[in-house]
Nanobody, 126 residues
Framework: QVQLVESGGGLVQAGGSLRLSCADS????????MGWFRQAPGNERDFVAA????????SYADSVKGRFTISRDNAKNTVYLQMNSLKPEDTAVYYC???????????????????WGQGTQVTVSS
């Protein structure tokens, strides 16, 4: 059973940093592609970043390239999202997701993922 729990959200000023964590209580973490998505009020849930099973391949939405970094620690069953130079438009609920499929073009889309966390709120003030 895959259960994803996000943490690390909060309120930060523009230009600040936050690190989100997502812990997986299951036994298959290292065999899963992991991703981060975000959803602002009134918007769809959008792709932010993804990482392959061993962490060798990563991808990012254009809006966060150069500012956000996704990483994972398979020994701790945890994936991270380091967010720097935050902007007010980064305000959203951030969701962690896990995919049983291999890393592919589908890793950048919601339909590519099988399990989701409950989300953590990130608010960036101007």
């Amino acid at each position: 059973q895959v259960q994803l729990v996000e943490s690390g959200g909060g309120l930060v000023q523009a230009g600040g940093s936050l690190r989100l964590s997502c812990a997986d209580s299951g036994r298959t973490f290292s065999s899963q592609v992991m991703g981060w998505f975000r959803q602002a009020p009134g918007n769809e849930r959008d792709f932010v970043a993804a990482i392959s099973r061993r962490g060798g391949i990563t991808s990012y939405a254009d809006s966060v390239k150069g500012r956000f970094t996704i990483s994972r620690d398979n020994a701790k069953n945890t994936v991270y999202l380091q967010m720097n130079s935050l902007k007010p438009e980064d305000t959203a609920v951030y969701y962690c997701a896990a995919s049983r499929s291999g890393y592919s073009s589908e890793s950048g889309y919601r339909q590519g993922y099988d399990y989701w966390g409950q989300g953590t709120q990130v608010t960036v003030s101007s």
